[in-house]
């Protein structure tokens, strides 16, 4: 009995991982144009397609620097099929946003 409830939970975990998980990729430090596919305010995170099909998993840090027309603007004015810009230094396997400027 033991064994089935703990093989019940194993398959539970297994699957909620897997549903949550985003493909994403890792590319060079440079700038990229693509549209945010998806919005985490809770984690600051954005995920962005880019005009080459790839998509960029983006935790904002204190260091981003988050424009619209010249000027710096909240995480909050941030949505899902906005068209953005952004710069990004890759760190390993983690790509950090340096910047990120809305282009509508």
């Keep these: 009995m033991k064994a089935k409830i703990l093989s019940t939970l194993l398959v539970a975990t297994i699957l909620l991982f897997s549903s949550c998980g985003e493909k994403t990729d890792v590319v060079e430090s440079g700038t990229y144009e693509g549209t ?4 985490e305010p809770s984690k600051t995170e ?6 080459d099909n790839k ?3 983006l935790y904002f840090t204190d260091e981003t620097e988050l424009t619209r027309d010249g000027s ?11 068209r ?3 710069e990004v ?3 390993g396997k ?7 400027k809305v282009l509508e």
Excluded at 36 to 39: D, F, L, M, P, W
Excluded at 46 to 51: F, H, K, L, S, W
Excluded at 94 to 100: N, T
Aim: zero cysteines; charged letters at 40%; glycine letters at 2%.
């Design 84 to 86: 953005v810009e952004v």
């Design 46 to 51: 954005i995920y962005v397609e880019t005009d």
């Design 94 to 100: 983690r790509l950090d946003p340096v910047s990120v």
């Design 36 to 39: 945010i596919k998806e919005v």
């Design 55 to 57: 998509t960029l998993e």
């Design 89 to 91: 230094k890759k760190e």
């Design 72 to 82: 710096t603007v909240d995480f909050s004015i941030l949505e899902e099929g906005m």
